[in-house]
Structure formats: C-alpha cells, structure tokens
C-alpha cells in the first residue's frame, strides 16, 4: 500500500472524511434514522436493566446469608420476570444492528451501482485505469463488512459510553467517586500503553482484502475460460496460480492471527486483570478506607449488608470496567472499519475522477509522450474534443494512443460521411481495434477533436459477441429494456440471420437458456448483427463481429445491412467484404495510416 498520508490507513481526519463520505450514500434513508432511534432507546433501556439487575443481585445475596425465604422468593421472581425483557431487549438490539446494516447496504448499492455503470465508468476503471484490480469484490464482500462493521462499531462505542455514565453516576452515590475515577485512569494509562504497541490493523485488513479479492479473481478466471483451460491442458498451471494466491492470502491472515494473538494477551493483561485487580481493591474501600467508620455505623457492622453491598458494588463496578475496557479495545474493529472504508472509498473516487474530474491514473510506460497534461500521476481522460455531428464522423488531428502512454497511431484526420461505408484494415498490433476504443470513447482521447453522430445512431460490436442472461427476445433487443418490435417482425430479424432455426428449436422468443454456452460462436456472432436490423442506427461499426461466419452468410449479413439504410465501418482483414464499402483506413507500420476510396 501506498505510503502517502491521503492513502494512508489511520485513525485520523482522512478516515472521518472517507467514513462520512461513504455513509452519506445511504444512512440518510428515513427507515434507518428511524431505527437509530429506536436502536438508541433500547441501549439507555439496557443499561438501566443492567442497574437494577446488579441491585437485584445484591438483594438475593442478602436474603440467602440472612436465610429469609420470602425475601428470596420474591426476588427470585422478580429475576424470572425481568429474563423476559431482558432477552427481548437484548435480541432486538442485535437484530436491529443487522437490519440497519442491510438498509445501508442497500442504499450504498444502489448509488454505487449507479456511479460503475454510468457511461463507460466501469471499462475505464478495468482497463484504464489501474488502481482498483476487483471492483466486483468491494462491491459485495467488502461493502457488507464495512456496513457491518459501521454498527458493530457504533453500538461497541454508544453502549459503554452510556454505561459509563449511568454506572459511574451510581458508584459516585455508593462507594465515592474516587473509586470510578480511579479506574478510568487505569484505563487511560492502559490504553495509552495499547495505542503505543498496536500494529496499523486497519492497513492489515485493506491487504487481507486485496489479496481475498485476488483469490477470489482466481476462480473466476478458471470459471470463464474453463473450456480453453481444459483444450491446452492448462489445469497445472491454474493449479500452481491459485495456490500462489492462496500462500499469499494465507500469510497475510497468518500475519493478522499472530498479531491478534499478541495484541490479546495484552488487551488481557491491562484490561482484563489489571481492572479486575484494581476494581477488587476499590471494592474494599468502604470497610478499610478512611470512611470506613461511618460505613460500619450505617450499617451496623452486619455481614448480610456489608455483603450485599459488595455485591451490589462489584456488580456496578463490573460493568463500569467492562464499558471502559470495551471502548479501549474498540480501535480494532475501528481500525478494520478503516481499512474496509480505505477501499470503499477508493471506488468512489476513482468513480469520480473518471465522471467528473475526467482523469485516471496508472503506471505508465517509461519516455513515453502522452501528449495529454499529466500532473502528480493524474492523465486525463478527455484533453481533446468531443463535438456531436447528425450526419458524419469526423477526426481531426486525434492520435491513438493506449492508456499506458504508448502511442500507436499518429494524429488522424478523416471524414466519414452517412452511407460512406468504410473499412479499417492493416496487420495485427497495428492498433485497429483501439481506433474503435478511442472513437467510442473507451480509451482516452489524448488530443485532437472527434465529430460523431449522438450515442442513439451509433452502434458498435466487437467480435466477442456479448449474450446476456435473459430470453431470446433479450439478445436481440440488447440493451433496450423492452421490445419496439412484435414478435412477428423479429421472425424476420432472425430469419435475416439465418437463425429461424434457433427459434423454432427452443420454443420462441420467451426461452431463457445460458446462450453464451448453448450457441456456437458463428451463432452468437449472427445474433449480435440482428442488433443492426432491430435498433436501425445510422452508423454501426464492427470490429471482426463476424470473423466467425462464413464467407455466403456474411455476404448477405451485409447486405441486408446496407438495406436498413445503416453505414458499415468494418474493421476486417478479408477481402470479400471490400466489395460492400467506399473507402478503406489503411492503419500501417510505424504509427502512419491512409485515408482512400476504394478503386472500381
């Protein structure tokens, strides 16, 4: 992790601001404040429970040492009744914490959701830039724990708190106020020996997620890519890559265990048995300190009352200690809720930066020109110009380089007219495909002004076609939420596609099967085309989208294409579709590229 004060994992005013700048997403829900308050209410009831429980607990000591039986029923009674609040209470507050933590989980999705999949946020973030490895793993598995953590917290602070003030107030009116004084000092002078010794827990638990979030990036590679895996005989390697993953998350919990470990046996030592040592002394005060005599006279040296004092006493001075201890040994659930909040916090700004500041950072290759501003690590996304033209594509002086400083193409200038069709051409790694990402806005446009048509008459398809879970009707209409066309008329995209077949086979368009796997990629390639015929854009670009069909369908792809009234920049090294286009972008050796019509 990075060493710089901002990224810094710490109990300090960057972990406030971070923490209110998560929780701000989502604890404002009026359901939760609700809660809170009720949840708050229950804490004062508890501690209040807690009082009269340690006065019950004296009176039964009392009636037991002076034999009275029913002294002793009756208190016994008292205690059967209060089990039954008493376990009410205390499950509702558990209960309570939990909900309120799945109604911040809730509210926080939401807005993250909303922030990743906002425009092109959640490419940029994977592959440009490279501060965040698996968003997918701080979006679930670590949001949860920091929700979690965010009340555990909160009731591990508010509660002793509370205890402190109600305890200390009665011990005040029983043995003095020396006394919870005394053992608030001890506290102090513990905790500051604690604070001294403790490792940066919360930078630990940053890294244990991390390395979580890496082994869990394992098994999805071997998840998506199973079939390729299984072909080369990769099942060794995979093997010896996820246990690497493994060693590397093991150590770093082993590391975390054996700290626990450590901190434990001191948290034991000063909180543990040095309070109770202490609070043992302190009990004793009213028999043997310099007030004893009066003590003795009010209570008429009776053992049954000294007795039931002590208990009374102790039993205060218990939870007095113990909501003390609980707030000195909070910092490790405090500082694991930094370490969860450093990585929450990260998605939101690295959110940010790509939405609204329009710069990213990554590790960039050495003399490299980026042509693009480029201040303390931060490149920004947009240094040139993106202007909207309804009838043509143009570019004027935009170069295409890779989000890691290494420039591909020089600046290109071109126009490409409505029904102009065009197709891009040149060898493999001269950088056809990242052309298509700079014009779609994926890549950063480093310089230069980019014309294009609105994002609604523009379509682009890569070669990995893109098959959603969902019906065939679904995958057709991708990304409309609902259908413009009958049913009847996306026969006849289908049949366009030569895929009649296909609908006939799983019983129309409401069938809901795992397409990625169940179609053949000239399948799902042909599907990805009926896109054109059903969302009619002006333009649609296609980057290899049917390298998978022969050279007869793809013919009449095009085509019908071209009947739809759709300009076709294809990117495309065979020559049979030359014939369905009126220019060619040559991308050549050394960065340079041409601009032609195409000869008769």
């Given at each position: 992790?990075?060493?710089?004060k901002?990224?810094?994992?710490?109990?300090?005013?960057?972990?406030?601001?971070r923490?209110?700048?998560i929780?701000?997403?989502?604890?404002?829900?009026?359901?939760?404040?609700?809660?809170?308050?009720?949840?708050?209410?229950?804490?004062?009831?508890?501690?209040?429970?807690?009082?009269?429980?340690?006065?019950?607990?004296?009176?039964?000591v009392?009636?037991i040492?002076?034999?009275n039986s029913?002294?002793?029923?009756?208190?016994?009674?008292?205690?059967?009744?209060?089990?039954?609040?008493?376990?009410?209470?205390n499950?509702?507050?558990?209960?309570?914490?939990?909900?309120?933590?799945l109604?911040?989980?809730?509210?926080i999705?939401?807005?993250?959701?909303q922030?990743?999949l906002?425009?092109n946020t959640?490419?940029?973030m994977?592959?440009?830039?490279?501060?965040?490895?698996?968003?997918?793993?701080?979006?679930?598995?670590d949001?949860?724990?920091?929700c979690?953590?965010?009340?555990?917290v909160?009731g591990?602070?508010?509660?002793?708190?509370?205890?402190?003030?109600?305890?200390?107030?009665?011990?005040?009116?029983?043995?003095?106020?020396k006394?919870?004084?005394?053992?608030?000092?001890?506290?102090?002078?513990?905790?500051?020996?604690?604070?001294?010794?403790?490792?940066?827990?919360?930078?630990l638990?940053?890294?244990?997620?991390m390395?979580?979030?890496?082994?869990?990036?394992?098994?999805?590679?071997?998840?998506?890519h199973?079939?390729?895996?299984?072909f080369?005989?990769?099942?060794?390697?995979?093997?010896?890559?996820?246990?690497?993953?493994?060693?590397?998350?093991?150590t770093?919990?082993?590391?975390?265990?054996?700290?626990?470990f450590?901190?434990?046996?001191?948290d034991?030592?000063?909180i543990?048995?040095?309070?109770?040592?202490?609070?043992?002394?302190?009990?004793?005060?009213?028999?043997?300190?310099?007030?004893?005599?009066?003590?003795?006279?009010?209570?008429?040296?009776?053992?049954?009352?000294?007795?039931k004092?002590?208990?009374?006493?102790?039993?205060?001075?218990?939870?007095?200690?113990?909501?003390?201890?609980?707030?000195?040994?909070?910092?490790?659930?405090?500082?694991?809720?930094?370490?969860?909040?450093?990585?929450?916090s990260m998605?939101?700004?690295?959110?940010?930066?790509?939405?609204?500041?329009?710069?990213?950072?990554?590790?960039?290759?050495?003399?490299?020109?980026?042509?693009?501003?480029?201040?303390?690590?931060?490149?920004?996304?947009?240094?040139?110009?993106?202007?909207?033209?309804?009838?043509?594509?143009?570019?004027?002086?935009?170069?295409?380089?890779?989000?890691?400083?290494?420039?591909?193409?020089?600046?290109?200038?071109?126009?490409i007219?409505?029904?102009?069709?065009?197709?891009?051409?040149?060898?493999n790694?001269?950088?056809?495909?990242?052309?298509?990402?700079?014009?779609?806005?994926?890549?950063?446009?480093?310089n230069?002004?980019?014309?294009?048509v609105s994002?609604?008459?523009?379509?682009?398809?890569p070669?990995?076609?893109?098959?959603?879970?969902?019906?065939?009707?679904?995958?057709?209409?991708?990304?409309?939420?609902k259908?413009?066309?009958?049913?009847?008329?996306?026969?006849?995209?289908?049949?366009?596609?030569?895929?009649?077949?296909?609908?006939?086979?799983?019983?129309?368009?409401?069938?809901?099967?795992?397409?990625?796997?169940?179609?053949?990629?000239?399948?799902?390639?042909?599907?990805?085309?009926?896109?054109i015929?059903?969302?009619?854009?002006?333009?649609?670009?296609?980057?290899?989208?049917?390298?998978?069909?022969?050279?007869?369908?793809?013919n009449?792809?095009?085509?019908?294409?071209?009947?739809?009234?759709?300009?076709?920049?294809?990117?495309?090294?065979r020559?049979?579709?030359?014939?369905?286009?009126?220019y060619i972008?040559?991308i050549?050796?050394?960065?340079e590229?041409?601009?032609?019509?195409?000869?008769?």
């Amino acid at each position: 992790p990075s060493t710089s004060k901002k990224n810094r994992v710490k109990i300090a005013a960057d972990f406030f601001r971070r923490l209110w700048r998560i929780l701000k997403l989502g604890i404002f829900d009026n359901h939760i404040r609700r809660d809170l308050f009720i949840y708050n209410i229950c804490l004062v009831l508890r501690s209040m429970m807690s009082i009269y429980l340690t006065t019950l607990k004296g009176k039964i000591v009392k009636s037991i040492i002076g034999a009275n039986s029913s002294s002793l029923n009756k208190n016994l009674m008292n205690l059967a009744l209060f089990s039954f609040p008493g376990g009410f209470l205390n499950s509702y507050i558990n209960y309570s914490q939990k909900a309120m933590s799945l109604k911040l989980r809730k509210g926080i999705n939401r807005r993250l959701n909303q922030q990743y999949l906002l425009g092109n946020t959640a490419y940029q973030m994977l592959h440009v830039d490279d501060r965040i490895k698996n968003p997918d793993q701080i979006m679930t598995v670590d949001l949860e724990k920091f929700c979690d953590l965010v009340f555990e917290v909160y009731g591990q602070v508010s509660k002793p708190l509370l205890d402190i003030i109600l305890f200390s107030r009665r011990l005040s009116q029983t043995i003095g106020y020396k006394s919870p004084l005394l053992m608030a000092l001890w506290y102090v002078l513990a905790g500051f020996v604690i604070k001294k010794v403790t490792p940066s827990f919360g930078r630990l638990m940053a890294r244990i997620m991390m390395e979580e979030g890496n082994f869990r990036a394992g098994h999805q590679r071997i998840l998506n890519h199973n079939e390729e895996i299984a072909f080369l005989r990769g099942t060794d390697t995979e093997h010896q890559y996820l246990n690497n993953k493994l060693e590397k998350l093991l150590t770093i919990l082993k590391k975390d265990a054996n700290l626990r470990f450590y901190m434990g046996s001191m948290d034991s030592v000063l909180i543990k048995y040095g309070a109770f040592t202490l609070g043992t002394s302190l009990l004793a005060i009213p028999v043997f300190g310099s007030d004893s005599h009066e003590y003795m006279q009010r209570t008429g040296g009776s053992p049954t009352k000294i007795i039931k004092d002590y208990e009374s006493n102790s039993g205060l001075l218990v939870n007095f200690a113990k909501a003390i201890g609980n707030i000195s040994i909070s910092y490790k659930k405090v500082q694991e809720l930094a370490g969860a909040c450093q990585r929450v916090s990260m998605l939101i700004s690295v959110c940010d930066d790509l939405q609204e500041s329009k710069i990213y950072q990554r590790h960039l290759l050495d003399n490299q020109d980026l042509l693009m501003s480029s201040s303390k690590g931060k490149n920004q996304l947009n240094n040139g110009k993106v202007w909207t033209l309804e009838d043509a594509i143009k570019m004027d002086g935009v170069p295409v380089i890779q989000p890691n400083g290494e420039k591909l193409i020089d600046d290109i200038t071109f126009r490409i007219n409505h029904q102009q069709n065009t197709m891009i051409s040149g060898s493999n790694g001269t950088g056809k495909t990242a052309f298509v990402r700079v014009l779609a806005g994926l890549w950063p446009l480093a310089n230069g002004q980019i014309s294009i048509v609105s994002p609604s008459k523009i379509l682009f398809l890569p070669q990995r076609a893109y098959m959603p879970r969902g019906t065939l009707r679904d995958l057709i209409t991708y990304p409309d939420k609902k259908s413009i066309l009958n049913d009847s008329e996306l026969v006849n995209i289908v049949d366009k596609v030569f895929l009649k077949y296909l609908y006939e086979r799983v019983g129309g368009f409401d069938a809901v099967l795992d397409w990625a796997h169940v179609l053949s990629g000239g399948e799902r390639q042909r599907l990805s085309v009926a896109r054109i015929y059903y969302h009619r854009p002006k333009f649609a670009v296609l980057d290899e989208t049917t390298s998978e069909v022969n050279p007869e369908t793809e013919n009449q792809l095009y085509i019908e294409a071209k009947k739809c009234g759709v300009t076709l920049i294809t990117v495309s090294q065979r020559d049979t579709l030359r014939q369905h286009h009126d220019y060619i972008f040559r991308i050549l050796d050394n960065q340079e590229w041409s601009f032609e019509k195409f000869q008769s």
